[in-house]
């Protein structure tokens, strides 16, 4: 294959990298400061996006509706898990992360029949916006859908904010802090449950961020927060628990060698960001960059 | 003290008399049909539709004063697409609930470990919806019965279709499980039987569930094949659609699914599918036109409020042949029951459909049509749409019971 394949196939992977980074970056925000790994998270993604396809709906479908699903999904989804945080998972951050992995399935469990009864079992689809829609062409020609370029400026604009958010604002400096220490935080005169709350629903908004912005590319189903928390996961893992550059870094990995896996072995392409994973933790089992935990 | 008495005696009042109630439910004057099928999850979209084409029918057959003077009934197990809780179930269903009939699933899986199960009980078992070849052909055995189509039918049917057309240059994607593989075959190796010159360029697999397929489709586009055999199943017939309209794959290179042109692949996309896609299916609920299937359309939209999936048909004719299999053998009987339903015929909102006496498949028709879009509809239709002559795609008895003795 030539260079101009590999570059296309790059491009390619890289917009699915977005999708990847901004789940698992909420991801591991939670998993980092608050020590909750967060099953879950695949069904706030899930969420995100029937909510995108309704408030879409709501307004006609068209560019107004996508812009608008966009920003509602993800604040309905904070909503949905400020409520969770203050009723349920503030009570139980000192518990074992055992407890913490069945309580955040069974909210998995929970949420999925939750979009089954309002949603239904049909498919759904959120269509393309008219600027997206249609494809551009890449270098030799190969067409590269218009929406992927959005999603490519997505990406980089959401990571800034994330950084400028953990470190240049005061909440993410506490929280950075919190998770070092959290009784030391709480004796400083800190109210440490409030900024577990905004980091949790930070996190969970990013998750109904990815579900939004994934929507015009898939059918909107049950069961496709399934595949994506098994993804997010291995990211989370590969990138150092805990850490959002990780999860950058992860989501890098695991979107590039996807997309340049295909090109060496079509019929195995699969197995290429598994196999990442695999050699990764080999060489680092504590994941590539500095775990929180 | 008292007080405490009389609430507990209440309390186990209300228990007991409900247990007694809903046992009562099920008295011995009903024919039980127990149905397996996968309620959670993205296979809901299609299991929805069978089970209540299933209802529709039991509702009727019961208005008319039901089967040997018994009521026809039915209860419900999820499977979670899981076989080993697929299997449980069953073996609950025929032990506690003590089912004359078993019938469902849309996973292959399920499908073969149930069937298994029905063979040492000797419980007749209806497939749904799965596609597995195995099910009446490696594996299958007297009491199962398959009211679907399977993919050698379903991937033979379009390996006609396509074999007769110009295309010299293939490639084949799917998803990478035995659905796709299967399906992927039967269309290539028929292609083959068909056009001589038809050469493979190459072949791309994903995982099940992969929602991103612009990765494949931009590899596949620069292979530069004449026509691409697209064997998904399930959310990803949806997500392929969509990523290669995006991509502008639809435009450039045909490409062929099965149930590409189904409701349940069209509807979710509404005008935004994709046109020029080839399909198969078993059912449209436009097509064919005629007064039996208007009737049942009809029929389904006033109980259910929306258009009837190809999946409807499956649960509408099982019900109904479990009831005239019954009728024809004249009591509740397995045997006679088994041997009645063999080479049985029954009208059909697609014309008349017969359960094959050698190996119980149900003969259903195949229609072969084109992605289009249509003013009736705000979704895209199966345009130009075919029958498939059967001689095409049903394999021979012969060949289906072959592999059985080995």
Known sequence: MDVTGILNQ????????????????????ILGVLRIPNIAHGSLYMIGAFMAFTISRLFGGGEMGFWMALIGAPLVVALISLFAERSVFQHLYEREHLMLLLLTFAFSLIFGDLVKIIWGGDYKSVPVPQVFQGFVPLIGGLPFPTYNVFLLVCGPVIAILLWLLVNKTKIGKISQAAAVDREMVGAVGINVSWVFAIVFVIGCLLAGLGGALVAPTVSVTLGMDHTLIMEAFLIVIMGGLGNIWGALLGALIFGLTQSLGILVWPQFGIIFPYAAVIIVLLFRPAGLLKATW | MMRRIIVLVAFMVFVFGFAVWSSTGHAAGTIKVGIIDTYTGPATAYTQDTLDGFKLAVEKINAKGGVLGKKLEYTTRDEKFKPDIGLAMAKELVMKEKVDVLAGTINSGTALAVSEFAKKEKIPFFVFYSKSEKIIGEKGHKYVFNMNENTMMAGRAAGAALGKMPYTKYWIAGDDYEYGHSIANNVWENIQKFNKKAILLGQTWWKVGEADFTPYITQILAAKPEFIIVATGGSGMVNFQKAAKATGLAQKI?????????????????????EGVWGTSHYFFYYPDTPANKAFVDEFRKAYNRYPKASALTGYMTAQFIAEGYKKAGKVNTEAFIKALEGMSLPSPVGPLAIRACDHQLELPTYWGITKKDPKYDFLISGDTQVVDPKDFMPSCQEVLRPRKQ
């Not at chain 1, 699915?16 to 980074?21: E, H």
């Not at chain 2, 099965?258 to 069209?266: P, R, S, V």
């Open chain 1, 10 to 29: 790059a491009f390619v992977g890289l917009s699915r990298t977005v999708i990847l980074f901004i789940v698992s970056s909420g991801l591991s925000l």
């Open chain 2, 254 to 274: 045909p490409f062929y699914q099965h149930t590409a042109t189904e409701l349940g692949t069209l509807m979710p996309q509404g005008k935004d599918a994709p």
